[in-house]
């Protein structure tokens, strides 16, 4: 049973910077495409990175040249690295598997 336990969510000013980092178990994380997605208050679950297990990855233009995914095979751990924050990156922050298993989510605040 894949299990994902988020972490490093937290307050940031905006222009500032936080990596969220997602550990993964219970299965052979290497062969997982991987993502982060996100929830801000009021509307649907938006997916803002996903990684192949060959390490390409995608983002939609609301993100794109701000955040990177990146993922380290030996630790079983996806990051997302989130600079040039914005208030409207405000929400809860949520790493998901191609299995359709989801971790907790963490809250980001960027405040103005």
């Known amino acids: 049973q894949v299990q994902l336990v988020e972490s490093g969510g937290g307050l940031v000013q905006a222009g500032g910077s936080l990596r969220l980092s997602c550990l993964f178990s219970?299965?052979?994380?290497?062969?997982?495409?991987m993502g982060w997605y996100r929830q801000i208050p009021g509307n649907s679950r938006e997916r803002i990175a996903v990684?192949?297990?060959?390490?390409?990855?995608k983002y939609p233009n609301s993100v794109k040249g701000r955040f990177t995914i990146s993922r380290d095979n030996a630790k079983n751990t996806v990051y997302l690295q989130m600079d040039s924050l914005k208030p409207e990156d405000t929400g809860v922050y949520y790493c998901?598997?191609?299995?359709?298993?989801w971790g907790q989510g963490v809250q980001v605040t960027v405040s103005s």
């Open positions: 998901w598997s191609l299995n359709n298993s």
């Open positions: 219970g299965s052979d994380f290497s062969a997982y495409p």
């Open positions: 990684i192949d297990s060959g390490g390409n990855t």
